[in-house]
């Protein structure tokens, strides 16, 4: 019978690589980079230069290709040990999939290219008053002859003011509702275009979260995507897809956790012995590791889904994004719990892994938005 689980060997040469990067290039800058709550540049060059940025772009753009499980590993791998430099190649899916999946090919050529080369992209729907009820966003597009002018503003925009591209969602139609929703590429240099303060955050710290402003920003009718009264569904299957990446995301971080609280059991003595031969930390380290394994399978199995664009791929995407976020903070929590002192201070990664995981829980739908997208697509095998 074929291995379901075992990964062919392409992934697992993926795994290593981007593992040997993110030890050498990442993992050193991870500390700083939240404590001086600036951006990973350090992290941002190094993707760069390996072509793990935006791997996700197809190779006529400029892209690696990267399939979808092959970006999940990636992410995985970066964010055990920074989640923020792993918000880097995740923004960058987020921000680029309403284009790859609705854009005509001219705008790909013209966007997707540049992401390649290194400007970034992010997602912007979110707004004061449209979080989970993303469908009452109130950010205006109006029709002026050829063109349109946007005005309005959105928040908890990640990597905002370091992205020079912008999903924008906004509203071409206010009797419509969800059906009067449209998607537009709002570049940073577009005059009208500015920035809030960034966000002062528990966790995530080095990826910069802003408001951004729109204020008669006059845009041309080749940056909407798709068609008028689109937007609202191009954003929620664009959330199918990328929501798996927060599961990887999350799962990075579990992981991180657990690899340092179980190398710390060995290394720490009380009573005269390991602490790892107390039953009481097995216990914790083994309840820890089956459920990451567990969110691993999900989420894998949800990337193979995305790849092939099935049809139970809502239920999967949120599923993993749930489960897996749900067992970060769990086993990032229970580090903490083994490191004792240690874990409280940041001379060991895992408090931040614990802050960072909470927002894991939160962004592209809370776990309470993913729990109901899942009630509406209930799988049957
Ligand atoms: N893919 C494609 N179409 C979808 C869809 C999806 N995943 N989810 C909903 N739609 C469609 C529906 O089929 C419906 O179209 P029809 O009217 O033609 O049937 C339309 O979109 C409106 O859907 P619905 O009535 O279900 O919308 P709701 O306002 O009830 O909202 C939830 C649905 C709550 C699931 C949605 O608003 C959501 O995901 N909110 C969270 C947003 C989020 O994740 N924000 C985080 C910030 S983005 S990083």
Redesign the pocket.
Known sequence: MENLFTLPSEYKDLRESVRALAEKEIAPFAQAVDEEHRYPQEAANALQRAGLSASHVPTSYGGDGADALATVIIIEEVARVCGASSLIPAVNK?GSLPLILGGNEAQKTRWLTQLSAGKGFS?A??ESEA?????ALRTKAIRQGDSWLINGSKK?I?NAGVSEFYTVLAQTDPTLG??GITAFVIEKSDPGVSFGAPEKKMGFRGSPTREVYFDNVELSDDRRIGEVGAG??L???T??HTRITIAAQALGLAQGALDTAAKYSHERKQFGKEIFDFQGVQFMLADMAMNIEAARVLTYAAAIKSENNEKDL?FFSAASKCFASDTAMKVTQDAVQILGGYGYVSDYPVERMMRDAKLTQI????NQ?QR??MA?NLPTI
Do not use: Q
């Open positions: 987020l997602y729907l979110s979080g989970s009820d993303a469908s908890w990640s969800s059906k609202f569904i954003a929620m299957n959330l199918d809502r962004y592209e739908g809370t938005i109901i997208v509406r």
